[in-house]
């Protein structure tokens, strides 16, 4: 058994951070210049006013939908060893994470807006 340094196994772990953070700046940095979802929004915001409530909310579903497919693809991919990026797994699971619950509060916000048009008299 070879005995590990500790001081060589520091540094390694500290250059590992560092390629971490620095390639989680460079996706920060790429996903501000693109936004949320990519080019497709555009297209997207130009559909949404013709269509209605009912397809912006749709629109909205899918996006969330495809936010967490991608998510668990890359965690599956990270699971078979396709993709080493740990970073970026944990930034599409957190982003999957945080639209389910964005899209939960405004489920709610609406389902309380409709139980108050309900209690309202005539």
């Known amino acids: 058994m070879s005995a590990i340094k500790p001081s060589a196994s520091v540094s390694q772990v500290i250059a590992l951070r560092q390629q971490v953070l620095d390639q989680s700046q460079s996706l920060q940095q790429l996903r501000e210049a693109t936004g949320p979802s990519g080019a497709d929004k555009t297209s997207e915001t130009k559909q949404a006013p013709a269509g209605g409530f009912a397809n912006t909310l749709e629109t909205a579903l899918d996006q969330v939908n495809q936010t967490q497919i991608k998510s668990s ?10 993709v080493t990026d740990v970073a970026q ?8 994470g945080i639209a389910f619950e964005a899209t939960l509060q405004v489920r709610n ?10 209690r309202m008299g005539i």
């Open 109 to 118: 916000k609406l389902l309380n807006a409709y139980q108050d048009i309900m």
């Open 89 to 96: 797994v944990m930034l599409a699971r957190q982003e999957s």
């Open 73 to 82: 693809e890359m965690a599956a991919a990270y699971q078979r060893g396709e």
